[in-house]
């Protein structure tokens, strides 16, 4: 994939945020890139492995560079995304799939957050 000044200013805003974001957002944070571009270099990102397209129930796919793999607890009354990480070899035995070869796993769990009411809507 050929790197542009555009391509390189969405990797470095995702890469250094803290946060899952959409395509919006990303937009917001960088006005001067068009949306459209901004949207064909996220799939291409996700295409090449770059980044992660997440689907966590709201209106938006949300984006995030993983520096090390995780997974998601997203709790449904404030937004919160929380990143934790789980033993996926043991989880692939627990699954135990006959006749199948697992090769990704993409774990989102929901619930509620104990910080619902007392914090900020953290993506």
Do not use: W
């Not at 944070?29 to 090449?48: D, G, K, M, Q, S």
Request: aromatic letters at 6%.
């Amino acid at each position: 994939m050929r790197q542009t000044k555009h391509r390189q200013e969405i990797i470095q805003m995702l890469s250094t945020s803290h946060v899952t974001m959409s395509a919006s957002e990303l937009h917001q944070a960088l006005p001067h890139i068009n949306l459209v571009t901004i949207y064909r270099n996220l799939e291409a990102f996700v295409l090449a492995g770059t980044i992660k397209k997440l689907h966590f129930g709201g209106d938006e796919a949300r984006f995030e560079y993983q520096a090390h793999p995780h997974h998601h607890a997203v709790c449904d009354d404030c937004s919160r995304v929380i990143h934790f990480k789980i033993n996926e070899t043991a989880l692939v035995k627990e699954l135990n799939i006959p006749n199948f070869d697992i090769k990704n796993i993409e774990l989102v769990v929901h619930g509620e957050c104990r910080h619902a009411h007392s914090t900020a809507p953290v993506k």
